[in-house]
């Protein structure tokens, strides 16, 4: 039988601490964030990512999703911290020790100042500076690392940049957001190719096939009123655009981010050989939405300038701490729709923000049986992180949102096992009997 990952995943910029080359540092400072809250120490990671490391393997995991920050590995264009890659390095040979199958994503968000500065993936020649990056990276780590995440979530980095504001530069431009969206879809591209073409392999996983993907996130989108026609006709449209394309490009079928009246299409676009770049489907997926047109709550509106909105939850439906509606069965719907792609699946990210505790262990119970229906019923599922190992700085919200398995304390850091981390380790137990 194939082996099950299990793992957990979280991402550097939410953990680590101290960032402050990157354009999130920067635009924490303006204010941006909830509470005017800013990432600062973080979870204090750099010092203690031993013991966090230890702390994952405790869990009876066998699989680490994190990412490497980029603005920490070339902190000036150009300017290589050995510093930074010795971090990873020691990061890398902590998960070694522990047997933990490390999944790497090169970027998860955030992108150094002076890249950012410079148009950041808008910019005709970004896929070189991230290029440059990924050869760094391949050179310095890469023989150790099996699994590769390009991109986190290209689709909601493209959206918060450039439609909804809720990431940095949070400028609203659907001409940003196309362009973006070819600078990453090409970075993307180059990179499988750079990953793929690296002659040396070593350590514990060096016989294992390299796979390359993306982590995408997939919502189970619904029309508010199922009698509305412009709702159920912009329902979808997101499926197709938000869901899809990405998934489409990178696969070797067609490219069309284009909303007419509202995306443009790229000239010239980026063309990608038939058999795609892509060796498995990364899901992240966390809840569903409701279509609305016309919004009445402002919150709810994709962009000031666009009538459409999307509402997480309706009222009385079971919710997360941040009011996103607990629908197990849209992880089912997905994971369904991702096989059509005939590849390999893992889920990349699944979780709840749960502060108290007290849904997590349900939520991890209904998401798995999903996964299980899944695999009996034929679908190639790899792999579940969780998401998240520890609580975090969850961007925007600052650090209200609690996702993790193990609860920390910010004002000593210290990190305390949730039950539900309890819970999910005696079901990984069990099925591995
Ligand atoms: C995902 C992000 C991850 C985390 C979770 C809650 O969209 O990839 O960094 O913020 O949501």
């Not at 440059?132 to 890469?142: A, N, S, T, Y």
Request: hydrophobic share 35%; with cysteine.
């Amino acid at each position: 039988m194939r082996e099950f990952l299990w793992g957990a995943a979280t991402s550097s910029h939410q953990i680590e601490g101290y960032n402050d080359k990157n354009d999130w540092w920067e635009w924490e400072l303006k204010g941006n964030i909830e509470g005017n809250a800013r990432s600062g120490a973080a979870t204090d990671h750099l010092n203690r990512f031993r013991e966090d490391i230890k702390l994952a393997a405790d869990l009876g995991l066998n699989s680490y999703r994190f990412s490497i920050e980029w603005s920490r590995l070339e902190p000036q264009e150009g300017q290589w911290s050995d510093e930074a890659f010795g971090w990873y390095k020691d990061l890398l040979s902590e998960c070694e020790k522990h047997k933990l199958k490390p999944m790497l994503t090169l970027h998860h968000f955030t992108s150094p100042n002076w890249f950012a500065k410079r148009g950041g993936f808008t910019a005709p020649d970004a896929p070189n500076y991230f290029c440059e990056f990924v050869k760094r990276v391949i050179h310095e780590l890469g023989p150790r690392i099996p699994l590769w995440c390009t991109f986190n979530e290209p689709m909601v980095l493209l959206v918060g940049s450039y439609l909804g504001k809720f990431m940095p530069p949070a400028e609203f431009s659907p001409l940003k957001f196309s362009q973006a969206c070819q600078g990453i879809l090409k970075s993307h591209q180059q990179a499988y190719e750079l990953i793929h073409n690296q002659p040396l392999r070593s350590g514990p996983w060096k016989d294992n096939p390299i796979q390359v993907g993306i982590a995408h996130n997939l919502i189970d989108f619904y029309a508010d009123r199922h009698w509305h026609p412009l709702e159920l006709l912009f329902t979808k449209l997101l499926r197709k655009f938000y869901n899809q394309a990405w998934l489409d490009a990178i696969t070797g079928g067609a490219i069309n981010f284009r909303i007419p009246g509202f995306i443009p299409g790229p000239k010239p676009a980026v063309s990608i050989t038939p058999k795609g770049c892509a060796d498995f489907i990364g899901i992240n997926y966390y809840t569903k939405a409701y279509v609305k047109w016309r919004p009445r709550d402002k919150a709810e509106g994709i962009s000031p300038d666009f009538p459409v909105g999307i509402a997480f939850s309706r009222r009385k439906e079971p919710t997360s701490e941040v009011g996103w509606a607990i629908h197990p069965k849209g992880l089912g719907r997905m994971l369904r729709f991702a096989s059509h792609y005939k590849l390999p699946i893992y889920i990349t990210e699944n979780g709840i923000a749960d502060k108290v505790d007290k849904m997590r262990e349900a939520y991890l119970t209904s998401h798995l049986a999903q996964v299980t229906l899944a695999i009996e019923g034929g679908i190639d599922v790899r792999g579940y992180y969780h998401w998240s190992l520890l609580d975090n700085f969850e961007w925007i919200k600052g650090f209200g949102p609690r996702f993790g398995l193990y609860e920390v304390n910010y004002e000593t850091f210290e990190r305390k096992l949730r039950n539900s981390g309890k819970f999910l380790k005696k079901t990984i137990l069990e099925s591995s009997k």
